[in-house]
């Protein structure tokens, strides 16, 4: 909500900038810099999502700032990562960033303490020198070189994360994956202030899709569109969809002391329908933005973004602007 309060005095302030200047130069749109907080940058390459922290933090709290992001700090694959990786740093002005490389466990051991490891390095001349004897923690340093550095001292950092934090794409919809646990009516109405619906299921295909993302994002159940509240025993997709694919757990649906109208998507791929009260993550599916014409926008799974419908993705919210 305040993420939206925010999208929408950004766009008050931009529209009265706009009434009292006299006749501005026509100007070329900036490109959409996708916000996450004040304090850290998003940015999306290749199915990955870059955070950079702006605010000067111990190598071990970044790490934790890039887990609550549900990434750690970047692991450094090549040349070409490092290149797109210290270029938009140096857009954002942040140097001297911590990057996940350490030797903390071994001395002169340097490792990436998580699934991604690298062999590449880039160190500054004479370095890393473990300086007074214990300098443990990897940070970029001068002109895109690297220096081992205190694990305490505060810098800038920049985590990875594998995929786009909260939005999936899958043929032209995009999928908006709820980390917050909610009851299924808060999931519903979340759904619809994004413009969308609690996705219905139409294909096995379809159903992998969700159960991938859902399954990397660690979850072990979440809300899905399909529920018989109206009437026991008769399922509909709250999308309005035709429903014609299924995929009931065993023994499901059971309608367990009368009281499930409800439907969850289960770490075995199947449903089961559930109490409706219940707190899940949830999985949106929006089809497509209006644009102010009245036309219907197209979803640029490279941006994050719907294209000529400018977004902005801060936490787990979409704005419209
Ligand atoms: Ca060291
Ligand atoms: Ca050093
Ligand atoms: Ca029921
Ligand atoms: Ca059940």
Redesign the pocket.
């Known amino acids: 909500m305040l993420n939206q309060l925010f999208c929408l005095l950004v766009l008050t302030v931009s529209l009265i900038a706009a009434e009292t200047e006299p006749e501005p130069e026509p100007e070329p749109e900036p490109e959409p810099i996708p916000i996450f907080g004040r304090e850290e940058v998003l940015q999306f390459r290749k199915g990955k999502t870059y955070v950079f922290g702006k605010n000067r933090v111990s190598w071990e709290e970044a790490e934790k700032r890039c887990q609550g992001r549900d990434g750690h700090l970047v692991t450094v694959r090549n040349e070409l990562e490092w290149n797109y990786i210290y270029g938009e740093a140096q857009k954002l002005r942040i140097s001297n960033f911590w990057i996940g490389l350490n ?1 903390r466990k071994k ?2 051991t340097f490792v990436y303490d998580y699934y991604e490891q690298s062999a590449y390095r880039r160190w500054a001349k004479n370095e ?1 020198n ?1 300086y007074g004897g214990n ?2 923690c990897v940070q970029e340093w001068s002109n895109g070189f690297w220096n ?1 550095n205190i694990c305490g001292n505060p810098y800038p950092y920049v985590c990875k994360v594998n995929h786009y934090i909260g939005l999936a794409e899958y043929r032209g919809a995009a999928y908006f994956f709820g980390n917050t646990p909610k009851t299924n009516a808060d999931a519903v109405m979340e759904c619809n202030e994004l413009g969308g619906h609690l996705t219905s299921v139409s294909s096995e295909a379809e159903s992998n899709f969700i159960y991938y993302e859902a399954q990397g994002r660690g979850w072990w159940s979440w809300w899905i569109g399909l529920n018989d509240k109206a009437n026991e025993g008769h399922f509909v997709w709250d999308d309005g969809s035709e429903h014609n694919f299924t995929k009931w757990s065993r023994n499901q649906p059971n309608n367990l002391g009368g009281y499930e109208h409800c439907v969850q998507g289960w770490f075995n791929g199947f449903w089961n329908d559930s109490f409706c009260e219940k707190r899940l993550p949830y999985v949106c599916k929006v089809i497509s933005f209006r644009r102010r014409d009245g036309s219907d926008s197209v979803f640029d799974s490279s941006s994050g973004c719907w294209i000529d419908a400018p977004c902005y993705i801060a936490k787990e919210k979409i704005c419209k602007v």
């Open positions: 030797d001395e002169g890393p473990n300098e443990d081992d």
